[in-house]
């Protein structure tokens, strides 16, 4: 698990995984990862684009830009949350992703809300 907190931006990842959508003998490893993020400061924000680094154990790295996550750019008022659910596959048993939401507040200012770097794994890939 990683928790990050930017400008009031509080970003919470739990990874997992997928056993169902992985495929170890081709080289298809899936995780599922859920994100909270959380309106910890005191203006409204909203998200605009994500930014992903994905590294696997081999060192390749993936990165994934887009507008929004999940469809969504949601708005979140102080003291609100927005959760979702997403995945990555890896072409290794264990990697790490890291990344930043773009995020706007009304009054036209902008940051980048930090993701910070958390491991994916099989269980027990690591000991």
């Given at each position: 698990?990683?928790?990050?907190t ?58 994934v830009?887009?507008e929004?996550?999940v ?28 990344g930043g ?20 794994a099989l ?5």
């Amino acid at each position: 698990m990683s928790t990050t907190t930017t400008d009031g931006v509080k970003v919470t990842v739990k990874p997992a995984y997928w056993p169902e959508r992985s495929s170890p003998e081709a080289g298809q490893f899936a995780f599922m990862y859920t994100v909270e993020i959380s309106n910890v400061g005191a203006e409204s924000v909203q998200l605009r684009s994500r930014h992903w680094v994905i590294t696997d154990a081999d060192g390749r790295v993936e990165e994934v830009r887009g507008e929004g996550v999940v469809g969504k750019q949601p708005k979140l008022g102080p003291g609100e949350k927005f959760e979702y659910t997403s995945w990555a596959v890896l072409r290794t048993p264990f990697g790490s992703m890291r990344g930043g939401y773009q995020m706007v507040r009304p009054t036209g200012g902008s940051f980048e809300a930090k993701i910070g770097e958390f491991v994916l794994a099989l269980p027990n890939a690591l000991h």
